[in-house]
């Protein structure tokens, strides 16, 4: 196991390296990671844990530093105005894939804080950092959109999308859309989630009237590619 509290050090000390500014941010638990602006100088991070891998809360900590850095860095005196605003929502989802793909799964990157890390859970001095790697770099069907691997990640994207068309176009209503979720995500990713929690009901967007924000998660991933490349 991986203690909590020694993830939530290690996830401070990364976030700080990668340029959060706590002074004006924290970080709290949650079910469903998240970053929040409350004000110009109040910007709040969440992730949530798994003892079995610490791995999970990291990245959801560095992907909503991303967010939380973008916030950190509009203008604070035009606050509530467009130049004190981000960009748009594919530009804002391309800081925290960035920061958490492109930057926090790279060998650079874990060259330098795989010793860190290390000291924080001592058993991953038996596990080679090329072993390390290649486990953060794994592709495998995941149920969970957040915990989804580069290769497979908008898959979820473009079910939700999908999904999103027909409940717009009143193809199919509200009280059919487990069944519908159940069907397209068999179609595409080869079996059904084993209960709702872990099928449609495990993102916040549509609970908090998001409709059509999803696809913003794989504009940000091209975006991210293009930044990081350039």
Not at 12 to 29: P, Q, V
């Amino acid at each position: 196991p991986y203690p909590i509290r020694a993830q939530q050090d290690f996830n401070a000390l990364i976030a700080a390296e990668i340029g959060f500014d706590f002074h004006t941010g924290r970080i709290d638990t949650t079910t469903h990671p998240f970053c929040t602006t409350l004000g110009p100088k109040d910007i709040r991070l969440t992730t949530r844990y798994e003892e079995s891998d610490f791995t999970s809360s990291l990245f959801g900590v560095m992907h909503e530093a991303g967010h939380g850095m973008y916030e950190q860095g509009v203008p604070v005196e035009d606050f509530g105005l467009p130049s004190g605003s981000a960009v748009s929502l594919g530009i804002h989802e391309s800081q925290s894939r960035l920061w958490e793909n492109q930057v926090g799964r790279s060998p650079e990157f874990w060259k330098k804080f795989y010793p860190i890390a290390q000291e924080h859970f001592p058993q991953l001095k038996e596990f080679p950092l090329d072993d390390f790697l290649k486990y953060i770099h794994r592709a495998e069907f995941s149920p969970i959109r957040v915990e989804a691997d580069e290769a497979t990640y908008d898959l979820h994207i473009i079910l939700r999308f999908r999904i999103e068309r027909m409940l717009l176009n009143r193809e199919i209503t509200v009280t059919e859309l487990p069944e519908t979720w159940n069907k397209l995500f068999e179609e595409s990713f080869g079996f059904a989630p084993p209960d709702d929690a872990t099928g449609c009901l495990q993102d916040i967007h549509w609970s908090m009237g998001g409709i059509g924000y999803f696809p913003t998660y794989t504009l940000g991933n091209i975006n991210a590619a293009q930044l990081f490349a350039a």
